[in-house]
């Protein structure tokens, strides 16, 4: 569709800053970003991929953890065999 209206909305400088710093980030016009916003809601037309990626995280969670645990373990044990203590500096 042809768009043919024109809106006029008054702002302060700081508040058209930032419609234009967001519109940048999502790599579209100011004009685009607009539509779109007032076309659909953000978070329902990605709901489901959200959902999704929330419970991957929660799921993948434990591992993670873990895997950072074994990390500082390793790394700690690196230090001892060097002679070293973790958090402390050498000149």
Do not use: C, Y
Request: charge should be neutral; glycine fraction near 4%.
């Amino acid at each position: 569709m042809l768009a043919s209206a024109r809106l006029v909305v008054q702002m302060t400088p700081k508040e058209k800053k930032t419609l234009d710093s967001r519109a940048k980030r999502a790599g579209l016009s100011t004009a685009e970003f607009v539509r779109r916003r007032i076309n659909s809601d953000d978070l329902e037309e990605h709901r489901e991929e959200i959902e999704a990626l929330l419970s991957t995280l929660e799921s993948s969670a434990p591992a993670i953890l873990q895997s950072v645990e074994d990390t500082i373990a390793t790394a700690t044990a690196m230090m001892a065999a060097l002679g070293r203590q973790p958090g402390k500096t050498t000149p």
